[in-house]
């Protein structure tokens, strides 16, 4: 492993500054619609927990050049982005983070081609990397629509299962974290058992992270969370509250099959769902998962560069308070 510098040399706020540069660079066209809806979904805000993780566990992995791991987390940033585009077409969503979703907004065709375009970018920043780095962040592009279409396969089905639901979340959700920390701790030159032990927390840290989605889409305070609570329920997504209260209450399995449930079912199921006592479990698989991401960070060294990694594990869970 490289020598380390000092954790001083450059923040993890300067790096994530220069990936939002690189975002707007990357997301010109020569067409103008092009540029204006990719920059209106990820000018949109967004939580960039994807390039934030992959560029600590770079430097905690004793990497310190920023370039290479810039252009990592940005295309990374850029892959699920194009994800986002294509998903609100597949859910026929009306909002993405609070406002009118690209889809709603531009209309099928025009936010297709553009998803198109951002998973354009993001290879062609892939390109000038080696064929390892390439195939890594292939392998997460094939998991993730794997993922879309595995989820498909049970919206609005009440015989979707925890194990369906733990394969859909690891396909479309943790396959990006862990690739980006492999990818992470291969470029600072860890040894191989490193990278595979990050890759395993990046898919941790993934699945942290999408549980305790879920968990805010049925518990969560609409300006707190800052999008619409119930999406999924809408959406007849098998979130994990969802698949676990399917189990318990007739009721929510019946709503769960309903293609387009008014506002008023949604929040009659919310509260079910609510009172069915699934919650604690929800949360305790969330912290299991940070558990695992947290044992994973063990096989470093201790650094602030691991300390503000674990730090920004904790927070995860830290968002459902």
């Not at 993001?122 to 392998?139: D, H, M, S, T, Y």
């Not at 470029?187 to 989605?213: E, N, S």
């Not at 698949?243 to 509260?271: C, G, N, T, W």
């Not at 695992?292 to 960070?297: F, G, H, I, L, V």
């Amino acid at each position: 492993m490289r020598p380390r510098r000092a954790a001083t040399d450059w923040l993890l706020a300067e790096a994530l500054e220069l990936v939002e540069a690189r975002l707007g660079e990357l997301l010109r066209s020569r067409e103008p619609l092009l540029t204006d809806i990719s920059t209106y979904l990820i000018g949109s805000g967004g939580k960039r927990v994807r390039p934030a993780v992959t560029i600590m566990i770079y430097r905690a992995c004793g990497g310190h050049e920023r370039t290479d791991i810039i252009d990592v987390a940005t295309a990374l940033e850029l892959i699920h982005s194009a994800t986002l585009l294509h998903d609100d077409i597949i859910d026929d969503s009306e909002t993405r983070r609070g406002k009118d979703s690209a889809f709603r907004k531009y209309g099928l065709a025009s936010t297709l081609v553009t998803g198109d375009f951002v998973f354009s970018r993001a290879f062609q920043l892939c390109g000038r990397f080696e064929e390892k780095v390439i195939n890594w962040a292939a392998e997460a592009c094939v998991s993730l629509t794997e993922g879309e279409v595995m989820q498909s396969r049970f919206r609005h089905n009440p015989e979707v299962t925890l194990h369906d639901y733990l394969e859909i979340i690891g396909r479309k959700t943790a396959s990006i974290f862990e690739q980006g920390a492999r990818t992470a701790a291969y470029l600072a030159h860890a040894p191989a058992a490193t990278v595979d032990a990050m890759a395993r927390c990046g898919y941790h840290v993934g699945m942290t992270f999408q549980i305790v989605d879920d968990l805010l889409d049925v518990a969560g305070k609409q300006a707190r969370v800052g999008k619409p609570i119930g999406i999924d329920l809408r959406d007849g997504n098998p979130s994990l509250p969802m698949v676990l209260a399917l189990r318990r209450d007739a009721e929510v399995a019946r709503f769960f099959q309903k293609s387009d449930p008014h506002p008023d079912e949604i929040d009659h199921a919310l509260e079910r769902i609510r009172a069915s006592g699934v919650l604690a479990e929800v949360r305790a698989l969330a912290e299991e998962y940070r558990a695992k991401a947290r044992t994973d960070m063990q096989t470093l060294p201790a650094s602030p560069d691991r300390e503000q990694l674990l730090a920004l594990i904790d927070q995860l869970i830290d968002r459902a308070e």
